[in-house]
Structure formats: C-alpha cells, structure tokens
C-alpha cells in the first residue's frame, strides 16, 4: 500500500485558489443568504479547506437595498452598539439602517458568522456590498452565483 497517496495537503495562502463571485441579494432572506456567503468567505465549500488560512473566495453583493427581513424583525430587532462614553449605548432599527446605510445590515449579519479572531478580521476584508446594481470589480470577472 502506497502511503505517500494519502498524506493529508494543508492550504497556505501561496497555494490557495481565489476567485471572485457576484451574488445578488434582491429579494433574497438576509439570514439565510448571509451563511452562505459567510461560507464562501471562508472557504468551507472547497475540498481545499484548511481552518486556519483564508482559502475562501472574494465574494461582491449587490441589490443590497432589496434584501428581505422575515416577521416582525424590520421593526423589532435592535443593533446595538457603544460608543464608549457614559451613557453612550445606541439602538438602530434594521428599518432606520436600510434607509441610511443598506450595505450594513448584510455586512453586520456576515461578520457575526465569521471567526471572531484576526483570521476572521482579515476574511471580512473579502466581502464587498453595494446598494444598487453597479459595482466597481469588473476588472476580476466576477462570475454571477446563485444560492
């Protein structure tokens, strides 16, 4: 029996194969299409997949605007953040953020999916949102994915 056919093969970032993907979040769940992205991100979807490097693909969202909350949550849920100030907590509505900012709330519900350490800070730079239909990435042939 050969053993040298099954040595187990680590991914580092030199041997890694990226790719560039456009998903279009009109009309899609936030939740659900916020895992899949976070799993593309990090590369789980690869036989190649190795926990502690950035294997995953660079992945661009568009439409972002049009992305659907289900029940109640578009009135109910609340981000909260703190501006390290006394008395300095701030509430947002996702119905107040998809007005101001609507990148945000697929950023917010992608990051709370990844790793909370600095492979997880470094797989975040690999997601790009933008509001409407135009992006500016045409120079990496994005191809278009369907979840």
């Known amino acids: 029996m050969n053993t040298l056919s099954y040595k187990t093969v680590s991914a ?9 993907i456009v998903v279009d979040a009109e009309g899609e769940i936030l939740g ?4 899949e992205i976070a799993k593309v991100i990090r590369g789980k979807h690869k036989p190649s997949f190795t926990p502690h490097v950035d294997c995953g693909d660079n992945v661009i969202v568009i439409n972002a605007d ?4 289900t029940g109640n949550k578009l009135g109910d849920k609340v981000y909260v953040r703190y501006t390290g100030y006394p008395g300095g907590q701030r509430f947002v ?20 999916m990844l ?9 975040f730079k690999n997601l790009f949102v ?3 239909t135009e992006h ?6 994005p191809k278009p994915v369907k979840f």
Request: proline share 5%.
């Open 130 to 132: 933008y509001a409407g």
């Open 93 to 112: 509505s996702p119905k107040e953020l998809l007005a101001k900012h609507p990148e945000r709330i697929i950023e917010k519900a992608v990051r709370g």
């Open 12 to 20: 580092n970032k030199n041997t890694v194969n990226k790719e560039w």
């Open 32 to 35: 659900r299409l916020a895992s």
């Open 136 to 141: 500016k990435h045409e120079a990496q042939n």
């Open 66 to 69: 049009k992305i659907k909350l």
């Open 115 to 123: 790793p909370k350490n600095r492979l997880g800070r470094q797989l």
